[in-house]
């Protein structure tokens, strides 16, 4: 399969749908104007399309391997990789003081949705970079700042987070890894740590680690936790990769996909660190890297989902079988039967759904950043838990009807459709599961009594009203779905008791996913006058995929009690 960039989808969601415009228009991105915002979406989408997808399946076919303590990267990697750096993509949006492009977020998340269509698994590596980037940014002292930032914005070094540990898997403030001061401003780190993506590589001259971990007198849980940086290789004094620090790769995690993205068990055995903002406030600062990952992981599961769909749709295109009512003869390619265009047709509405969502979040993350605006910070905090989430579910869904289109062709692992399944199944759990996102959802976003909620539907069912002329019918089922979810809303927030928010949290993320995406499937529709493919996705979603909140909605109101009904041993019966 040939990956094709979609650098026409994102022109139209910048021009029509989210409204770039406005963030060109503030003076700390007054530089990055339509004309440049092209010409990057262009550039870029020529080196996933070349550089990128071409690599592909080596990672699957070869995954990554630990040799005698060193991690070896899948053929093609290095050269794809090269291609990132060499282009500045890792340092987009980074501060121009330390060699970055001071891009808006907004064209990172359309270059790093298109990477992670061409190439997941690689594609983590320099997310992972740009988390850490942004961590080190806000939280690093100066010192720190003028020797990693550069290294970091040109690729030359990789960036990981370290959270993860055996027994602190979601519940973070149970991690034992502990540091201890050295007295010259250094801390002695020890502890180990599983599940980090690109713990290690062999195609860049350093990896740092952003590790979480507990100073003696931390208290217990979260609020006792600091963040160092501990680098592979200590830097010397001209700023080059140095002694090598006392850290390994204890192995390589044996996974369902993303072969080509090593993950490693990772032992720190008294490595050197440097504390990242203060001490004990490590989760504060470990945050920042987590909101910028889960964007970038809510676009990992649309990228995902972006390349299962064109590997489908092609193979719907060209797969001649059986009897069709389009076809010469009566027969024709499998695109032509009813459920296979059903399928193709969601695959589709899914992703520009998924994907107005994040550039959407990522604009709202713009605006706070160059206005200082809270609605924009608000609007930010609240979209962030749903563009995970869905994100990563419409990956997902795709990938699962990928497979579906291909029948049996597609659990044959030599179409390399299954790949892309197994690929994004993962990023419903990491950065926080999807569980957890939706408990944010209904607990700490909604802790301003719903405000943020209720200024986003006032836009819905405005944008509603004023197309009624137009679309009367989707017009009043978009107005009816906001009002549902207004209602909705209004439930969570008089429940006292949280269990019973958090029982129907996740129906409730999905559903408010529906209507948003629904919101910008009519605004497609009225940008395109009501003619085009684009208005016929947007009945397709309103007429189709819309009418589940109704179900997911109640599902949202019905409390825990009913979750509790069954003992743990009659689950067991």
Sequence with gaps: MTYRATTDDFQFLFDHIIGYSDIAETELFAEAAGDMATAVLTEAGKMCEDKLAPSHRDGDLTPAVLENGVVRTSPGFADSYAAIAEGGWIGMAADPEYGGMGLPLTLQTAVNDMMSAANLSLQLCPLM?????????????DELKALYLPKLIS????????????????????????????????????????FISWGDNDITENVCHLVLARLPDGAAGTKGISLFLVPKFI???????????????????????LHGSPTAVMSFEGAKGWMIGEPHKGMAAMFTMMNNA??????QGLGAGEGAYQKALEYALERKQGRTPL??????????????????????????????????????????????????????????????????ETGILVSHLGVQVHGGMGFIEETGAAQYCRDVRVTAIYEGTNGIQAMDLVGRKMMDGGDAAFRLLEEIEAQAESARAMFPNMSEAVWSAAEDLRETVEWMVEQGDMQDRFAGAVPFLMGFARVLGAHMHLKAAIAEGGKGPRTELARFHINRLLPEHTAQFAQA?????????????????
């Design 294 to 299: 889960r964007l970038g992981v809510g676009v």
């Design 235 to 257: 830097p010397d004094a001209d700023g080059n990769p140095g002694e090598k620090n006392d850290l390994r790769v204890v192995s390589l995690e044996h996974k369902m996909g």
């Design 155 to 194: 690729g030359e070094w990789a960036g990981t987070m370290n959270l993860t540990e055996a027994q602190a898997g979601s519940d973070v403030g149970a991690l034992s890894s502990k540091a201890s001061d050295n007295g010259d401003g250094t801390y002695a780190v020890s502890g180990q740590k599983i």
């Design 557 to 573: 109101r019905a409390g825990a009690a009913g979750l509790y009904a069954l003992s743990p041993e009659d689950l067991a019966s």
């Design 129 to 141: 970079t740009q988390g850490q980037i942004e961590a080190l940014e806000h939280h690093a002292t």
């Design 327 to 392: 076809g010469e003869d009566g027969t024709g390619m499998i695109v032509d039967f009813a459920d296979v265009r059903r399928m193709l047709t969601q695959m589709r509405c899914e992703l520009f759904a998924a994907r107005a969502m994040a550039l959407s979040l990522s604009k709202a993350i713009d605006m706070a950043t160059a206005t200082g605006d809270e609605s924009w910070k608000a609007r930010a905090a609240l979209l962030t838990p749903i563009v995970k989430a869905y994100g990563t």
